[in-house]
């Protein structure tokens, strides 16, 4: 299983990025798919998650109304959308299938002005 993130970028508070994210290795339409985040000292946090079908997407709360999700089978990616950019959204960001057990390299994602 590999995971090819791209994106990231260094953006001004309430700015926007779209995260992509090209997995291969096992039947991507078959699964959901999650987007994590960690700074350096922290553990990883689940940041949103998308049903195999794109129907069901969740967020944590910490992003609820600002980050999108979203995917495509056809090109085996999965997005994230991100958009009024805060400071406290600094990190790597790195997609994973769920119950997954392997990390891509991630991309890094800083809000500062």
């Known amino acids: 299983v590999q995971y090819a993130e791209s994106g990231g970028d260094l953006v001004q508070p309430g700015g926007s990025l779209r995260l992509s994210c090209v997995a291969s290795?096992?039947?991507?339409?078959?699964?959901?798919m999650r987007w994590y985040r960690q700074v350096p000292g922290k553990e990883r946090e689940l940041v949103a998650n998308?049903?195999?079908?794109?129907?069901?997407?969740d967020y944590a709360d910490s992003v609820k109304g600002r980050f999108s999700i979203s995917r495509d089978n056809a090109r085996r990616t999965v997005y994230l959308q991100m958009n009024i950019l805060k400071p406290e959204d600094t990190a790597v960001y790195y997609c994973?299938?769920?119950?997954?057990?392997?990390w891509g390299q991630g991309t890094q994602v800083i809000v500062s002005s």
């Open positions: 994973r299938v769920a119950r997954g057990t392997s």
């Open positions: 290795g096992f039947i991507f339409s078959a699964f959901e």
């Open positions: 998308i049903d195999s079908t794109g129907r069901r997407k």
